[in-house]
């Protein structure tokens, strides 16, 4: 495996663990669950880490069971490992689960801040309204983003913050921030996270300015900049773009609604 690709990894195992009250450790991998944010998929999961995880079969079993026993109606498997993912893609697809693909991203190549556009970085204080506005945005937009998922943002955004230190950049137009994202850091390794721009803003630029300088930033005391993004959705060329090299995937299987 990429050593890149290994740390990246690791950072996610790390900051999602990071995040749940409860872990089962397994030999295979690790579920983890949160009573406070109860119905977020990324934090009630049963994760595989390695090639030698259980049939598609043991593990909807063993979902089912953990999820329904803490009272979770939705059954989340992500797959880390990308022998194992192939292995269990195709009886998932066939059971009808829902499949996020997620690619791993590098930032190998340096890119230069587009002339021009108004990037800073902020306090949380600077970015609350228009991070709100944002999650409504995604919330009229999709079905799965319901009241009390944005409520649990929020509070993931509180037990993160205690675990990784968090920066954050916004993309002002006429002074007001338009286009947000997130770098978490661990001292060496650094994710960016949550990019996103205000509909009536977007395909100017703003997010691509906000990622530079964000990449930019955490360069300077990090070995180590990553990012991960839907395999199927537009950012990933964007991101491509911008100096980051696609260096491995997983997948995230996902029952949404249990019988």
């Known amino acids: 495996m990429d050593p890149d690709l290994r740390r990246a ?7 999602y663990e990071s995040a749940v009250e409860e872990l089962i450790r397994f030999p295979w991998g690790v579920a983890g669950f949160s009573a406070e944010l109860n119905v977020m998929w990324d934090c009630n999961f049963v994760r595989v880490d390695t090639n030698d995880a259980p049939s598609t079969e043991d593990l909807i079993e063993l979902a089912d069971r953990l999820h329904r026993e803490r009272g979770r109606r939705f059954r989340s498997i992500p797959v880390f490992d990308a022998q194992a993912a192939a292995r269990l893609r195709p ?43 944002l999650r409504q945005e995604e919330a009229d937009g999709d079905d799965d983003v319901s009241p009390e998922v944005i409520q649990q943002w929020g509070l993931l955004d509180g037990i993160l913050r205690r675990y990784a230190a968090t920066r954050w950049f916004a993309a002002f137009d006429e002074g007001r921030p338009v286009s947000l994202c997130e770098v978490y850091s661990d001292g060496r390794t650094a994710q960016i996270e949550d990019v996103a721009t205000l509909e009536a803003y977007q395909n100017r630029g703003f997010a691509r300015a906000n990622v530079l300088a964000a990449v930019e930033a955490a360069r300077v005391d990090h070995d180590l900049v990553f990012l991960v993004a839907g395999e199927d959705d537009w950012p990933k060329t964007l991101y491509e773009k911008l100096g980051f090299d696609l260096v491995g995937r997983w997948d995230h299987f996902l029952l949404k609604k249990a019988p």
Not at 9 to 15: A, Q, Y
Not at 108 to 127: H, L, Y
Request: with cysteine.
């Open 91 to 133: 009886s998932f697809d066939e059971l009808g689960w829902h499949r996020d693909g997620i690619v791993v991203m590098i930032h190998r190549r340096p890119d230069k801040q587009p002339f021009g556009i108004d990037v800073r970085e902020c306090d949380e204080a600077t970015i609350s309204d228009v991070r709100d506005q």
């Open 9 to 15: 990894l690791d950072f996610e195992r790390w900051i």
